[in-house]
């Protein structure tokens, strides 16, 4: 009979964790008596021994509107490779997933709920493999798992996108500008997407639709020609020119994962040489992550949270909640490694198009 359950958050923070975290302990508490402990920085804590955060009501209402997460996070927290430091000073890596589940018999844990990504799902599915009683919350404000219509956190970041374009819209219009806004997306360009048809560009590039920047150029060219002074591109940080590739502020090595960035100054650059214009870039990188979650995020968090302790009741071990229309449904994790990308041919990109939105 489950009496104690645990409650980590994997990956990168995103508004609603806090929410999550929130809904969990006041379930799990009202519903079915139970004790609900936080697991501080992922399975990394685990595996380190960290002292864990008791949750009661008391100290989890406040949760709903707080950005970030309480427990902390770790972006490569992954247990079956954990680096570990040889006598000489090298690094390697180890497959330390038998020590989280001994971990959690030590925490006389009975069952676990594990908030995250693609990366947090794939190892808890693992870890279930071995014995380990896990259900999942699918996190990532990129929207990108195909597993569920929708996931917290990508409302906020939206919302504060397209608060940003609107604000480089006036001094766009003041300074006959081009502005150029970078925002995340690695692997698909849903906050470009919205953000850019919801704010008004002119000009979305996604990593679904390799650019040709000249049909960007020929774009605000044209808006020129006609009597507009200034135009708005919205850049996806994955996207990427046809001849050429995505851009990197760092590659990454055995022991930190490549972060993207930059590709909204080399379309800025190249929009800047083609056409002579004035062109300012803003890069709004972890700003997206950051900062109260929306309504909107804290109600689907709020139901994602209660959603996870009811599976751990009904002991669907390895399966995570997932939207589907408006219902909630338990979702095998393997799904969860699925990437959502923006279709090219699909019904929204055609309604951009239509709306005189190019894609490059």
């Given at each position: 009979?489950?009496?104690?359950?645990?409650?980590?958050?994997?990956?990168?923070?995103?508004?609603?964790?806090?929410?999550?975290?929130?809904?969990?302990?006041?379930?799990?508490?009202?519903?079915?008596?139970?004790e609900?402990?936080g697991?501080?920085?992922?399975?990394?804590?685990?595996?380190?021994?960290t002292?864990?955060?008791?949750?009661?009501?008391?100290?989890?209402?406040?949760?709903?509107?707080?950005?970030?997460?309480?427990?902390?996070?770790?972006?490569?927290?992954?247990?079956?490779?954990?680096?570990?430091?040889?006598?000489d000073?090298?690094?390697?890596?180890?497959?330390?997933?038998?020590?989280v589940?001994?971990?959690?018999?030590e925490?006389?844990?009975?069952?676990?709920?594990?908030a995250?990504?693609?990366g947090?799902?794939?190892?808890?599915?693992?870890?279930?493999?071995?014995?380990?009683?896990?259900?999942?919350?699918?996190?990532?404000?990129?929207?990108?798992?195909?597993a569920?219509?929708v996931?917290?956190?990508?409302?906020?970041?939206v919302?504060?996108?397209?608060?940003?374009?609107?604000?480089l819209?006036?001094?766009?219009?003041s300074?006959?500008?081009?502005?150029?806004l970078?925002?995340m997306?690695?692997?698909?360009?849903?906050?470009?997407?919205?953000?850019?048809?919801a704010?008004?560009?002119?000009?979305?590039?996604?990593?679904?639709?390799?650019?040709?920047?000249?049909?960007?150029c020929?774009?605000?060219?044209?808006?020129?020609?006609?009597?507009?002074?200034?135009?708005l591109?919205?850049v996806?940080?994955?996207?990427?020119?046809?001849d050429?590739?995505?851009e990197?502020?760092?590659?990454?090595?055995?022991?930190?994962?490549?972060r993207?960035?930059?590709?909204g100054?080399l379309?800025?650059?190249?929009?800047?040489?083609?056409?002579?214009?004035?062109?300012?870039?803003?890069?709004?990188?972890?700003?997206?992550?950051?900062g109260?979650p929306?309504p909107?995020?804290?109600?689907?968090?709020?139901?994602?949270?209660?959603?996870a302790?009811?599976?751990?009741?009904?002991?669907?071990?390895g399966?995570?909640?997932?939207l589907?229309?408006?219902?909630?449904?338990?979702?095998?994790?393997?799904?969860?490694?699925?990437?959502?990308?923006?279709?090219?041919?699909?019904?929204?990109?055609?309604?951009?198009r239509?709306?005189?939105?190019?894609?490059?």
């Amino acid at each position: 009979m489950t009496k104690r359950i645990g409650i980590l958050t994997g990956g990168g923070d995103a508004p609603g964790l806090n929410a999550v975290i929130r809904s969990v302990v006041l379930t799990a508490y009202n519903a079915f008596g139970w004790e609900v402990v936080g697991i501080r920085q992922g399975f990394d804590g685990l595996l380190a021994g960290t002292p864990v955060m008791t949750l009661s009501p008391h100290n989890a209402y406040d949760l709903l509107a707080r950005g970030g997460t309480v427990l902390g996070a770790v972006n490569r927290g992954n247990p079956f490779m954990r680096p570990v430091v040889q006598p000489d000073g090298t690094q390697i890596m180890v497959d330390a997933a038998q020590d989280v589940i001994t971990r959690m018999h030590e925490l006389n844990l009975d069952a676990m709920i594990a908030a995250g990504g693609a990366g947090t799902m794939a190892a808890a599915l693992r870890l279930v493999e071995l014995g380990a009683r896990i259900v999942g919350v699918p996190k990532t404000i990129d929207n990108d798992l195909s597993a569920t219509d929708v996931t917290f956190g990508f409302d906020t970041a939206v919302v504060t996108a397209t608060e940003a374009l609107d604000k480089l819209q006036t001094t766009a219009e003041s300074h006959h500008r081009v502005m150029v806004l970078e925002v995340m997306g690695r692997d698909a360009g849903w906050i470009a997407l919205t953000t850019g048809v919801a704010g008004g560009a002119d000009a979305i590039l996604v990593p679904e639709i390799p650019f040709d920047i000249n049909i960007v150029c020929d774009k605000i060219l044209a808006l020129q020609e006609a009597g507009r002074r200034y135009s708005l591109v919205v850049v996806a940080e994955g996207a990427h020119p046809i001849d050429g590739e995505q851009e990197y502020i760092f590659h990454g090595d055995p022991m930190s994962q490549a972060r993207l960035g930059g590709i909204g100054y080399l379309v800025g650059n190249a929009i800047a040489d083609c056409l002579e214009a004035e062109v300012r870039v803003t890069r709004l990188g972890h700003v997206q992550r950051g900062g109260q979650p929306t309504p909107r995020d804290r109600w689907l968090a709020t139901r994602f949270g209660s959603a996870a302790v009811h599976f751990v009741a009904q002991e669907r071990w390895g399966h995570m909640v997932a939207l589907r229309g408006t219902k909630l449904i338990a979702a095998p994790m393997q799904d969860a490694a699925k990437i959502n990308r923006v279709n090219p041919d699909g019904e929204m990109v055609r309604m951009a198009r239509h709306l005189g939105i190019v894609f490059g």
